[in-house]
Structure formats: structure tokens, C-alpha cells
């Protein structure tokens, strides 16, 4: 090889190692920019992040709900004998159940959970709050919404921010707070979703259902939603084998915050809940078709006397009409139909239709039943008394 040739070689090499060398640095300068870059995007990210959030949203969204709402959330014990024995006075006492603070003093629980006070006197109620306890009295209670109403003075609980039951919907967040298994595991917290409204497992509330945990204890206690505002109070819950074998787990129920307060409003005026009725004396017609026939009347409720200036009469309806839909609703029972007034209030028009057969008292059992006619009344109610029909 030449002189020449070797030369040129050589720097022909040299350039190629140069452009290397400035290709490498120059990758490790982009990469290290990249890099460096990466980080400060991720920087600023979280920076705006936290900067249009708060830090604090990084925590639980239940955390400040359950702070909130746990105030008005109050334990339950019950008194329900003193006696004397062994030369001392003793008592039977046990932290029962869960209530919530609706106004000052006022308390609402379950009706099952001071049902006993009912059967025989109880020798004195408390309500436990921050450790402290408060003597209540029961002021009233309904057994057929499971609501009661206590009132403690000088209770220093705040009364719970009421929602509105009935803007619900499945898939909502539900936050339960109450006393699982008593004073052990006080003001506890479970979190689901509501799953499942108007539910018709009581014979007198349809009720909000809820997978977050309920256990005995939680009796009274709040369901709340993810503002904190109060939309239910627990009442019950399913659990254990069905007829088939199938597991329950997860079924919590609880009465509407709406059915509640109005409620517990009539038990702290009234000392009862005051029923809107249509004034009417009612049977049911227990028969195998929903529809009039020849043979068979319409399964229905049956108007077999009215009292006076009652609303069913005012608007129209006469003894002898069988009631068949109410609101929409078609009623075979007077439980059915009783089931549907309790959902609304004085004041309020119901539009009502009836089945109406010409002499129908008067028909023989071997008589073909003669046609009828269909009519629909708009009824107002009216509270008359205590007593539903």
C-alpha cells in the first residue's frame, strides 16, 4: 500500500470516528433533554393537578363526608329494669342501636329498636354522644314505618343536612354510619352504592336498598350520599339461605329520608302519624279474574259504605263502586290501596277508577253479573283520623 493510500485511509477513518463521537454526544444531550423534560412535564402536572384540585383530593372523597356527617350520628342505650339484689341496686342496661339528630333534640330511630319500651316501661333511655350520655324520652313511634322519635335535651349534636330521598338513583354513592354490634365499634362507617329503590320488603314503607354494609346496631343509624346530606334511615338488612340454597349477602334497606320527616313531623305534633284518607268503609273482592266478567267481578276493593261529606264521596264515587286503580296503580286489596295513600299527603289528588255494576248488592250468586262501566274520579284527601281507608 502506498503512501497515499494510507494517508487518505487514515483520515477518511478519523471523519468517520469524529461524526460518531458528535452523533453520540448529541444523543446523549437529546436524550438527557428528553429525560430531563419528561420530568419537568410530569412536575408541572402534578403541579397543576394539585394547583386546580387541592392536595386534598388526593385523600378519600368519603373522608370529609363521614367528618361531616358522623356529628348528628348518636348511640342508643336502653334502661329496661332496675331491681335489687345481693343487697345492691343494679340494672339492665344495653347500648342498643343507632340514632340521628333530625332538629335540636330530636332524634329519629327505628321503631323496633324502643319497640320493647312500648310492651313494657322502660326504665330510661339515653342517648350516647362523644362518650356522653343524655336522658331522652320517647316521644312517639310508628310501627308500620319502624320510626320513632326521641328527645334529649341539652343534646349538643347538630341536626343532619337533609337530601331529597327521591332524586336517588341506582348507582349513587351510599355511606352508612352507625353502631354495629354497640358502643365497640361506635359511629362506623361502611360505603356502597345505592342499589336498588322502592323497594316493597315492609307492609308499610317501600324502602331505598343499599350493598353498603348493615349490621345489627346500625338500627336507626343514617344513609347518607356523597355530599353528606341524609336520604335514608337503615332499618334492616337481608342475609343468610334462600328456599333454593342461594347465599344473601349485601342486602341493606332503608327508609326514605322523604317518608321520615314527615313522619317523624306528625309524631312530634300529633303523637301518631295522621293519615290522609278517602273517607270510605272498604272490602276486599278476592276473585280469580283481573278483569269483569259474566261470572267473576274484577279482584278490587270494594266501597261498602261512606262516611259523610267524605272526599271519595265529594268527587264522585258511590257505595258499591269497586275500586280497581288508584294514581295509576292497580289495586286488587285494601292493603294495596292502603299502601299507596300512605305515599302521599292531605291535599294531594288522586285520580281513582272504579268499576261500577248497576244493583250490585242485590244480585243472586246464580245471576249472570250485568255489564258495568269504568269511571275515574279525581279525589282529594283529606286527614279525617288515624284510621286509614
Excluded at 454526544?25 to 412535564?41: E, H, K, T, W
Excluded at 388526593?58 to 356527617?69: E, I
Aim: glycine share 10%; aromatic share 6%; with cysteine.
Amino acid at each position: 500500500m502506498n503512501k497515499h493510500s494510507m494517508t487518505s485511509g487514515t483520515k477518511g477513518t478519523a471523519l468517520a470516528l469524529s461524526i460518531a463521537l458528535l452523533c453520540m454526544i448529541a444523543g446523549i444531550v437529546m436524550g438527557a433533554s428528553a429525560n430531563n423534560g419528561a420530568a419537568a412535564n410530569a412536575e408541572n402536572l402534578t403541579a397543576l393537578t394539585l394547583q386546580g384540585s387541592g392536595a386534598g383530593d388526593l385523600d378519600s372523597p368519603f373522608k370529609a363526608v363521614y367528618q361531616s356527617a358522623n356529628e348528628s350520628v348518636v348511640g342508643i342505650e336502653l334502661t329496661k329494669e332496675i331491681f335489687a339484689r345481693n343487697g345492691r341496686i343494679s340494672s339492665n342496661t344495653s347500648f342498643s342501636a343507632s340514632g340521628v339528630v333530625l332538629s335540636a333534640g330530636h332524634v329519629v330511630t327505628n321503631y323496633h329498636v324502643i319497640a320493647s319500651n312500648t310492651a313494657r316501661a322502660a326504665e330510661g333511655i339515653s342517648i350516647v354522644y362523644h362518650g356522653e350520655r343524655y336522658p331522652a324520652e320517647l316521644l312517639a313511634g310508628d310501627e308500620t314505618s319502624d320510626i320513632a322519635v326521641l328527645k334529649a335535651e341539652g343534646l349538643p349534636a347538630p341536626a343532619a343536612a337533609l337530601g331529597n330521598s327521591d332524586a336517588l338513583s341506582v348507582g349513587d354513592w351510599a355511606l352508612v354510619i352507625g353502631n354495629p354490634l354497640g358502643e365497640q365499634f361506635i359511629n362506623t362507617l361502611t360505603v356502597g352504592v345505592i342499589s336498588g329503590l322502592n323497594r316493597d320488603v315492609s307492609s308499610g314503607t317501600t324502602m331505598i336498598q343499599t350493598n353498603a354494609q348493615v349490621n345489627s346496631g346500625n338500627s336507626g343509624g343514617g344513609l347518607f350520599n356523597i355530599r353528606g346530606e341524609l336520604v335514608g334511615i337503615t332499618s334492616m338488612k337481608m342475609s343468610g339461605y334462600t328456599p333454593g340454597g342461594g347465599a344473601i349477602e349485601g342486602f341493606g334497606f332503608a327508609v326514605p329520608i322523604n317518608t321520615v320527616t314527615r313522619i317523624a313531623d306528625d309524631l312530634i305534633q300529633y303523637g301518631k302519624v295522621v293519615y290522609p284518607r278517602l273517607g270510605v268503609t272498604v272490602r276486599d273482592i278476592a276473585s280469580p279474574s283481573d278483569e269483569p266478567t259474566k261470572d267473576f267481578l274484577p279482584a278490587s276493593v270494594w266501597v261498602y259504605d261512606m262516611e259523610e261529606n267524605s272526599p271519595a264521596r265529594d268527587a264522585g264515587i258511590e257505595a258499591d263502586d269497586l275500586i280497581t286503580q288508584v294514581g295509576g296503580e292497580r289495586v286488587r286489596n285494601f292493603n294495596e290501596l292502603q299502601k299507596i295513600l300512605r305515599q302521599h299527603e292531605a291535599g294531594d289528588v288522586l285520580e281513582i277508577t272504579v268499576y261500577r255494576v248497576p244493583n250490585l248488592r242485590n244480585m243472586k250468586d246464580y245471576e249472570n253479573i250485568p255489564e258495568g262501566e269504568f269511571l275515574t274520579f279525581n279525589v282529594e284527601l283529606r286527614v279525617l283520623d288515624n284510621i286509614i281507608s
